[in-house]
T-cell receptor, first 111, second 111 residues
Framework: GENVEQHPSTLSVQEGDSAVIKCTYS??????FPWYKQELGKRPQLIID?????GEKKDQRIAVTLNKTAKHFSLHITETQPEDSAVYFC??????????FGPGTRLSVLP | DTAVSQTPKYLVTQMGNDKSIKCEQN?????MYWYKQDSKKFLKIMFS???????INETVPNRFSPKSPDKAHLNLHINSLELGDSAVYFC??????????FGPGTRLTVL
């Protein structure tokens, strides 16, 4: 089955700097890769996703890149703000199958 | 206009009891899910339901049983609760293109 690894487990950046979180997956059949943000005590919220027919996707300060050959994908947050502080989860899924989540990255944006 | 709702938000109970968590979605999605998030924040799929039929059942104890009275509801019943069942349980609903949206979570504490 699918296995998703995520690094780093914790990440601290200064406000205004960029943050990068990387994930690797094992199942070449996976073709959908969402990223979720979970604030303390709240639900995971979908912030961006990418499908295997796309190499990069951007939404304002957030971007995701996918390298299918190497089986890894990354989340990039630019101009970080204190409200970006949260736990971020990546996931991988073959179409129509269950998500397998990474273990999460706790991002702290320091003012 | 809550898209995915769960009740109760908190549930404290004794070992050996039977409890239920309710989930409702008003998004018109065909698929609903239950996830368990343990104290280390790992998110793991437990069940998914599509059009009232269980389509994927992960290896969870048979003390856990999902029940779907209609497409908009997926309830989780847990029999003979154990200490290790303490966690946050999230319901989610999913689109045909695999996007998933989470409910607010139910924090279950077994004493």
């Amino acid at each position: 089955g699918e296995n998703v690894e995520q690094h780093p487990s914790t990440l601290s950046v200064q406000e205004g700097d960029s943050a990068v979180i990387k994930c690797t997956y094992s199942d070449s059949a996976s073709n959908y890769f969402p990223w979720y943000k979970q604030e303390l005590g709240k639900r995971p919220q979908l912030i961006i996703d990418i499908r295997s027919n796309v190499g990069e996707k951007k939404d304002q300060r957030i971007a995701v890149t996918l390298n299918k050959t190497a089986k890894h994908f990354s989340l990039h947050i630019t101009e970080t703000q204190p409200e970006d502080s949260a736990v971020y989860f990546c996931a991988a899924s073959p179409y129509g199958q269950n998500f397998v989540f990474g273990p999460g990255t706790r991002l702290s944006v320091l003012p | 206009d809550t898209a995915v709702s769960q009740t109760p938000k908190y549930l404290v109970t004794q070992m050996g009891n039977d409890k239920s968590i309710k989930c409702e979605q008003n998004l018109g999605h065909d698929t609903m899910y239950w996830y368990k998030q343990d104290s280390k924040k790992f998110l793991k799929i437990m069940f998914s339901y599509n059009n009232k039929e269980l389509i994927i059942n992960e290896t969870v104890p048979n003390r856990f049983s999902p029940k779907s009275p209609d497409k908009a509801h997926l309830n989780l019943h847990i029999n003979s609760l154990e200490l290790g069942d303490s966690a946050v349980y999230f319901c989610a609903s999913g689109t045909s293109s695999n996007e998933q949206f989470f409910g607010p979570g139910t924090r279950l504490t077994v004493l």
